[in-house]
């Protein structure tokens, strides 16, 4: 079995990316995840390190300590809006910075990741994000979120694998949604709630 990551190198594991799973550290502490196989250098100037499938799925395993267990009040990490905060985060151009650069970064992420490098088509951690991923192909091509003083789009889980439901004000949000949707890759499709009548998308991340 292979040994667990030290205390050192979990802590630079924890500290990546959410999104990108880029890492900073010490280049003894990124040559030694490199080694264990938990993380890739980039062959591209400035050489950046980020975490393979491996490291992160050890990111992402249950909290060891409780100082690793983070709250939702704890706004260092980047999360996509996925529409109907109670106290979304506040809107301004830091925020628009901030949804490009993930954006930029998830565009990236799948260069290194997908086989072919392909950068249309979604890679393993928006297959395993579902919600977050297609948030934030949303919230990066600028369509608003729902929040508590105003209508936008929401996206939800669903209990069907690989597809979540995209929910709007109206028609013409839901189509505008869909093109933003199949334009990152996405096969969405629109439907309608038997019991509500409610139109929604439902929409699946794209394989080939």
């Known amino acids: 079995m292979t040994r667990p990551p030290t205390a050192a190198q979990r802590r630079v594991i924890d500290a990546a990316d959410p999104v990108t799973g880029r890492l900073g550290g010490t280049e003894a502490q990124l040559a030694a995840l490199v080694k ?13 390190h980020f975490l393979t499938p491996a490291g992160h799925r050890i990111r992402e395993a249950e ?18 809006r996925v529409g109907g905060e109670e106290e979304p985060p506040a809107a301004g151009p830091a925020r628009v910075r901030e949804v490009h650069s993930a954006w930029q970064g998830l565009l990236e992420l799948r260069r290194m990741t997908n086989p072919d490098g392909a950068t249309g088509r979604p890679c393993g951690w928006e297959r395993s994000h579902l ?17 508590p003083d105003a209508d936008g789009y929401r996206v939800r889980a669903t209990p069907q694998p690989e597809a979540v439901a995209v929910y709007g004000p109206d028609a013409e949000v839901l189509r505008a949604c869909a093109a933003t949707l199949e334009r990152a890759g996405w096969q969405p499709g629109e439907y ?11 929409a699946s991340p794209r394989r080939v």
Do not use: I, K, N, W
Request: no cysteine.
């Open 63 to 80: 909290p060891e300590t409780p100082q690793r267990a983070r709250t939702p009040a704890d706004t260092s990490v980047f999360a996509a």
């Open 192 to 202: 309608t709630e038997p019991r509500t009548g409610t139109r929604y998308l439902l």
């Open 131 to 147: 919600v977050q991923a297609a948030a934030l192909a949303l919230e990066a091509a600028g369509h608003r979120p729902a929040s």
């Open 36 to 48: 264990r196989g938990l993380a890739f250098r980039h062959p591209r100037p400035p050489h950046d």
